[in-house]
């Protein structure tokens, strides 16, 4: 990696950061849009999440659940109808979410998003080495020499070859767009990385590439990394550690191996078993029926009772609190008791199972 | 992929009635277009029921007041050389200019929208001769054509007719802005055609063996009824002015005065060289405040449904 | 597929028959062509393929962005028309059937956001003359129950899964022997995805109906199909039962494609081998296509297009096209 894409010169922290505090901590983080008859959703409800540098952490979960929310509170990108009710989100000490926040205009040179579908996100007349160089223009304030130099080097270091950078975004296959906008992002060597579902649209080979593009990234910068997406396999091949949301909820969290080699929310075994795996010569899945709750009438509860094969009276009442277990597991399910601290036994959850492919 | 799964169990009733409320509720929304509908609505009342507003059309044997009266409490707008008082004219104005143009509108529409529709969806050759067809209509000068069309429709539909009250001399008019305004209509209208003809659900309907009238019908037309709607309440500003400026030459009916038939009887008692500006000022400003009312809410229907595309994408 | 089908689909002619069919999309002309009087070059996006499906067989066809599965999706449905090579159902040429059913990528864009879920379906019904008491069937077989709280909504008020349950709905109203899916699930979620397989088996399963399954995702190739065909720049270069192609891929591209899927099983995970860089967009290399970016690549890879051949080891149905495909390590 060469020492222009960014990390040349030692990170500046911002005013009031302080290089002691953990890089990016988000607690409690509620937020709630208002909607045209003038109720109000709550689309992230109380998550908290964090991230150390050179740390991968996934978060997943179904489509609503509010990961993009999530990140749109992180960047004070919220849509206009939605706000932050309650929580902190800090970087380095501090508070993004506070009332006149820090940072509002500065926040993406310390984080950087990278979002699906990244045609719409690259200007369509401007070819893609000026695009990158404008950035780190505009956003580092280097001389435009300095700045063509350096977006042609960031180019390099993503993988576009050299004959392409002079290309229109168009002229890109859809790999290279999205190298592109990875490029762009690390035009200002941010100190956190979010992709939300930065390879959905891509096909295996490219995903497997921008996927190893961004752990050499995290490897080589320190870059915190955030992945958002809804395939669990890409979260297992990348990550340290996971979140899994249902309905604006954080249900179970810990590290890779341990969630993902004993799950023990039924949410979770059901997201894990849902999807065949060619690799590992499975043809069984779970299958979850119904569907996410309409967050603008939740039921009183457990949002995922309706859909749970252990739910039983007081799933349907009571909300099930989140306890933290050793090894920084969390797990919102009343089904596993806090007992001594230690982790629970998983509880296999009785999903229907179908037996694809069975001749 | 928007991040709804909501499943609401309205009714397809609900749904229906609320299209059309969805507009309106969006545009009531803005406040220049609040501003338009309320001005359009003003305009609508004075063109059904004039009399009730300004009592029956003067004419110069019931004509009262001295000529060339400027603004006063008794003539808010006026009067006119032959006495008559402004408001009451401009107030019968509107109801022709508001037909003509709703007519002419309608022509538009329907043969813009009926030919665009077929050329982007065909294609080829056939949209290639529409198109060509088209261009044509767009540089034929639209009062040439008003000389050329006037006897022959008079001779077709004959003197005495009345279509919502506007006679012959007026629908020749219609005719005429209809049959020189439908070609822009055409092209928007084949643009989106365009697009819509390569969206699945279209090559769906073509998969399952759906005749391309059919698919006209239900699948295109359904989808651009907003785009005309737009257009048309545009091409109605366009055909108030169009109007008013054949009216303004002379090619108007004396006995059903427009807005523009009254500023051209405004230039011919020269108002102008007589200070008398409320001759002009009465109509137009009604064609102004027309127009511009009209243009509003066609931009921001349009800006609406764009924003409607931008955010489903 | 039940012993009773298999028997009397090996007697018989494959239900669809797809031979050496190619397709070469114009290219537009460019200036620069203009000037120097060249032809447009052309993109070939199907080179002489050959494809059997036998009643109530699900066949997978893999393959990255632009390798040509959407393009042979459209010639089998008759959307559009083969420069070159025959397509036949039950040996009816494509003017003639009507057994053929599409499923299509989008659940959002194939369903017109202005008609009803029952006017979706009963559209079909309506242009091919079949009765409309089908409309509730469909609905029913496609588990969209009860059937009267479907017909009147708007594709608005369903979920991704839901809407491409009444595209499937649509396509089995007609009553059709085979059912193209290009890229069912791709765009819904996992519990949804689990919900949609389910359904495609199980009407395989109860009507004999077969399917080509679309897909980019050797996972769902994997569990769903019987067999599986291999598509590399417009051309099968490795089809076999999908245990044969899968289990013990013989391409080298297979191996590129299977290594770079991601794994949930803790064992599988982080061995990607990948292969480098992405499909050409243009011209196709001599030779063996893959061969710009194929990690066993030889100068004899050059000098001619391997043909499709009986894998090494394998059984008859498994075939590929590799002139090393007896030479390649075996698979850890
Ligand atoms: N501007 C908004 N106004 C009202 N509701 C919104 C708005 N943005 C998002 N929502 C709702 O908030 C919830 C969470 O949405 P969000 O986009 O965060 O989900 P997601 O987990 O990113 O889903 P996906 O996988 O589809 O991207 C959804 O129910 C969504 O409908
Ligand atoms: N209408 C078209 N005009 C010109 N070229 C086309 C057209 N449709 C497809 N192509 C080209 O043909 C090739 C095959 O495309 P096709 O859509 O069949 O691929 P695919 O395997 O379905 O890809 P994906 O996984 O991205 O859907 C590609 O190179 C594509 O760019
Ligand atoms: S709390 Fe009850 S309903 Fe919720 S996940 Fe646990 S067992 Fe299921
Ligand atoms: S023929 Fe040669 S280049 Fe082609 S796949 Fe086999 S080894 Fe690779
Ligand atoms: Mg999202
Ligand atoms: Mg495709």
Redesign the pocket.
């Known amino acids: 990696m060469s020492a222009a894409a960014g990390a040349d010169h030692a990170r500046q922290l911002p005013e009031g950061a302080d290089a002691a505090s953990p890089l990016l901590e988000i607690r409690g983080l509620r937020v709630s849009f208002t909607l045209s008859d003038g109720r109000r959703l709550t689309a992230v409800d109380g998550i908290n999440l964090s991230v150390a540098p050179g740390e991968a952490v996934g978060l997943a979960g179904e489509s609503g659940s509010g990961k993009s929310t999530a990140v749109g509170a992180i960047m004070g990108l919220l849509a206009p109808n939605g706000r932050i009710d309650a929580g902190s989100i800090r970087y380095r000490g501090l508070d993004l979410a506070a009332k006149g926040a820090p940072l509002r205009r500065t926040r993406w040179r310390e984080i950087a998003v990278v979002f699906q579908g990244s045609l719409v996100a690259l200007n369509p007349v401007i070819k893609v080495r000026d695009q990158v160089a404008e950035a780190i223009e505009l956003r580092l304030g280097e001389p435009a020499e300095v700045a063509q130099e350096k977006a042609k080097l960031l180019l390099h270091d993503v993988g576009i070859p050299e004959k392409r950078i002079n290309a229109y975004p168009h002229q890109l296959s859809g790999g290279q767009r999205q190298r592109a906008m990875l490029a762009v992002a690390l035009s200002c060597s941010p100190a956190v990385l979010i992709g939300d579902e930065p390879t959905t649209a891509l096909?295996v080979i490219v995903q497997a590439q921008i996927l190893e593009l961004l752990d050499r990234m995290r490897q080589e910068y320190g870059l915190g990394l955030i992945l958002i997406t809804h395939d669990l396999a890409v979260i297992a091949d990348m990550c340290d550690r996971v979140a899994i949301m249902y309905a604006g909820r954080i249900v179970e969290s810990g590290s890779v191996k341990e969630i993902f080699s004993a799950p023990r929310h039924p949410y979770t075994q059901a997201l894990l078993g849902a999807a065949p795996d060619a690799r590992a010569g499975r043809r069984t899945i779970k299958v979850l029926e119904g569907h996410p709750p309409d967050l603008s009438a939740l039921p009183p509860g457990c949002h995922f009772a309706p859909r749970c094969p252990l739910a039983d009276a007081r799933c349907r009442e009571e909300d099930p609190p989140t306890i933290e277990y050793a090894d920084q597991v969390t797990l919102a399910c009343h089904r596993y008791s806090l007992g001594d601290g230690k982790l629970p036994t998983p509880i296999d959850a009785p999903y229907p199972t179908l037996e694809l492919g069975k001749r | 992929m928007s991040g709804s799964t909501t499943v609401t169990l309205s009714t397809r009733i609900r749904k229906r009635v609320s299209g059309g409320n969805r507009i309106m509720r969006m545009l009531l929304h803005r406040w220049d277009a609040r501003v338009a509908i309320i001005i359009l609505s003003l305009l609508t009342l004075s063109g059904v029921a004039p009399e009730a507003l300004v009592g029956p059309l003067q004419t110069a044997t019931t004509a009262t007041a001295d000529a060339l009266l400027p603004p006063s409490g008794t003539h808010l707008f006026g009067t006119d050389d032959l006495g008559r008082d402004l408001l009451n004219l401009t107030v019968h104005g509107a109801r022709i200019s508001l037909v003509v143009g709703a007519l002419s509108a309608a022509i538009t529409l329907v043969i813009g929208g009926g030919i665009g529709m077929i050329a982007g969806y065909r294609g080829g050759r056939v949209d290639a001769l529409l198109m060509r067809v088209a261009d044509t209509f767009l540089i034929l000068p639209t009062f040439v054509l008003a000389l050329i069309l006037a006897p022959i429709l008079r001779e077709l539909i004959g003197d005495q007719t009345e279509i919502f009250g506007i006679r012959t001399t007026l629908l020749t008019i219609v005719a005429v802005i209809g049959f020189t305004s439908w070609s822009s209509t055409a092209r928007i209208v084949r643009s989106q055609t365009l697009s819509l003809r390569e969206r699945t659900f279209v090559e769906r309907a073509r998969l399952v063996g759906l005749s391309p009238m059919r698919i006209i019908a239900r699948h295109i037309f359904p989808n651009i009824r907003t785009v005309l709607l737009a257009n048309g309440i545009v091409v109605i500003a366009g055909s108030i002015l169009t109007e008013s400026t054949l009216s303004f030459i002379g090619l108007g009916d004396p006995f059903q005065p427009s807005w523009g038939t009254i500023l051209g009887n405004a230039q011919s008692a020269a108002a102008p060289s007589l200070g008398a500006w409320w001759f002009i000022a009465a109509p137009g400003c009604a064609i102004l405040i027309t127009v511009v009312a009209c243009t509003v809410i066609g931009n921001a229907i349009d800006e609406l449904l764009d924003r409607d595309v931008r955010v489903r994408r | 597929m039940s012993e009773q089908l298999r028997a009397n689909t090996s007697a018989s002619a494959p239900l669809l028959r797809v031979r050496g069919v190619s397709v070469t999309?114009?290219?537009q002309r460019s200036i620069a062509d203009l000037l120097a009087r060249r032809s447009a070059s052309g993109?070939v996006?199907l080179d002489s393929v050959d494809l059997d499906v036998n009643a109530g067989e699900i066949v997978a066809v893999v393959?990255?962005?632009?390798?040509?599965?959407?393009?042979?999706a459209r010639v089998i449905a008759g959307l559009i028309a083969a420069d070159e090579g025959v397509v036949e159902v039950e040996g009816e040429g494509p003017n003639d059937w009507r057994s053929v059913g599409m499923v299509f990528?989008d659940p959002y864009e194939t369903l017109d956001p202005k008609r009803t879920l029952g006017e979706f379906i009963a559209e079909g019904l309506e242009a091919q003359g079949l009765p409309m008491d089908r409309v509730d069937t469909a609905l029913e077989a496609a588990e969209l129950l009860p059937a009267a709280a479907f017909r009147d909504r708007v594709p608005e008020e369903l979920s991704g899964g839901q809407r491409q349950r009444v595209v499937i709905a649509g396509a089995l109203a007609l009553n059709p022997k085979l059912v193209i899916a290009?890229?069912p699930v791709s765009m819904l979620d996992v519990s949804m995805r689990a919900q949609i397989l389910a359904l495609i088996e199980q009407l395989r399963r109860d009507q004999g109906i077969a399917w080509i399954f679309?897909t980019?995702d050797l996972s769902l190739a994997w569990a769903i199909s019987d067999r599986v065909v291999v598509?590399y720049l417009?051309a099968v270069v490795e089809e076999g039962t999908a245990e044969q192609v899968l289990r013990n891929p013989a391409h080298p591209y297979t191996r590129a494609l299977l290594a770079a899927l991601p794994s949930t099983d803790p064992g599988a995970a982080g061995t990607h081998s990948l292969a480098a860089g992405e499909i050409p967009?243009g011209d196709t290399p001599s030779g063996c296509r893959f061969r710009n970016r194929c990690a066993h690549a030889i100068e004899a890879c050059a000098l001619t297009r391997p043909p499709l051949e009986v894998a090494p080891g394998g059984g008859a149905e498994h075939r590929v096209a590799c002139i090393r495909a007896a030479e390649l390590p075996p698979l850890s």
Not at chain 3, 63 to 72: A, D, F, I, Y
């Open positions: 096909d | 999309y114009a290219a993109i996006a393959g990255e962005s632009g390798s040509g599965k959407t393009t042979l990528q290009d890229e679309i980019h598509l417009g967009q």
